[in-house]
């Protein structure tokens, strides 16, 4: 509505008036990033308050396939190509954990400069723990900065790339509360892998 009404305000007042067109366009972009921190604060506080998981024994195949699905537009417009192997099952909130996959392979979209986009999801047993990991071949992160992406509002990026530093800390908070760990594995430039790893259903 306040987009709509700038630019209405623009057309009435300053049509040909390169400034006032420039005025909207500040409003629109600053509309746009209040729209995006207000859909990450509730997705946030729906994992911080009183979060109503239901446990079941999950197919992680399935979980991922609702994550893809909801990037479906996103993956298309970037003309990304996402390898998916068999992933092992997990014991969890199948919402939650595709809130964990989209968030990562949406990151992975985001962060790339490369065309195209090259993005492998994986997953193996190790021990006592089903690990999963989301790779690309994107920007990278430097080393330094391996815990410090997991915590609210910490962001490596600036404008020019949308995102108010809030996934990574609800992938976090979600697979805590599963009694997992997730954990980053990069160098800039040469691509990341997200990794988390959770307790085998087996064993719960
Ligand atoms: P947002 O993407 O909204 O900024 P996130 O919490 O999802 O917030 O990510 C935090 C920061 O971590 C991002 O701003 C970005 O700098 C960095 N980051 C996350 N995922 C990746 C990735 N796949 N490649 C490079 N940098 C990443």
């Known amino acids: 509505m306040v987009n709509t009404y700038a630019q209405l305000l623009v057309r009435s007042t300053g049509q040909g008036n390169?400034?006032?067109?420039?005025?909207a366009q500040y409003i629109q972009?600053?509309?746009?990033?209040?729209?995006?921190?207000?859909?990450?604060?509730?997705?946030?506080?729906?994992?911080?308050?009183?979060?109503?998981?239901?446990f079941t024994?999950?197919?992680?195949?399935?979980?991922?396939?609702?994550?893809?699905?909801?990037?479906?537009?996103?993956?298309?417009e970037c003309?990304?190509?996402?390898?998916?192997e068999d992933l092992p099952p997990a014991y969890g909130d199948e919402t939650q954990l595709a809130v964990v996959f989209q968030n990562l392979i949406s990151n992975a979209l985001k962060y790339c400069d490369k065309s195209?986009?090259?993005?492998?999801?994986?997953?193996?047993?190790?021990?006592?723990?089903?690990?999963?990991?989301?790779?690309?071949?994107?920007?990278?992160?430097?080393?330094?900065?391996?815990?410090?992406?997991?915590?609210?509002?910490?962001?490596?990026?600036?404008r020019e790339v949308p995102g108010s530093g809030i996934g990574l800390a609800v992938c976090k908070r979600i697979i805590d509360l599963h009694g997992g760990t997730i954990w980053v594995e990069s160098t800039?430039?040469?691509?990341?892998?997200?990794?988390?790893?959770?307790?085998?259903?087996?064993?719960?």
């Open 79 to 84: 003309r990304a190509v996402v390898a998916a």
């Open 57 to 76: 024994d999950t197919d992680m195949n399935s979980v991922l396939a609702i994550a893809m699905a909801n990037l479906e537009v996103s993956i298309q």
């Open 18 to 23: 390169p400034e006032h067109q420039m005025f």
């Open 29 to 54: 972009s600053g509309v746009d990033r209040m729209r995006t921190l207000i859909k990450d604060l509730l997705s946030y506080s729906r994992v911080i308050h009183a979060p109503a998981f239901d």
């Open 116 to 158: 195209p986009p090259r993005i492998s999801v994986f997953g193996r047993t190790d021990g006592a723990v089903n690990v999963y990991g989301v790779r690309d071949n994107g920007v990278g992160i430097a080393p330094q900065y391996h815990e410090q992406i997991f915590g609210l509002f910490k962001r490596l990026h600036g």
């Open 188 to 204: 800039a430039g040469a691509g990341s892998t997200f990794y988390f790893e959770l307790p085998r259903p087996e064993l719960v």
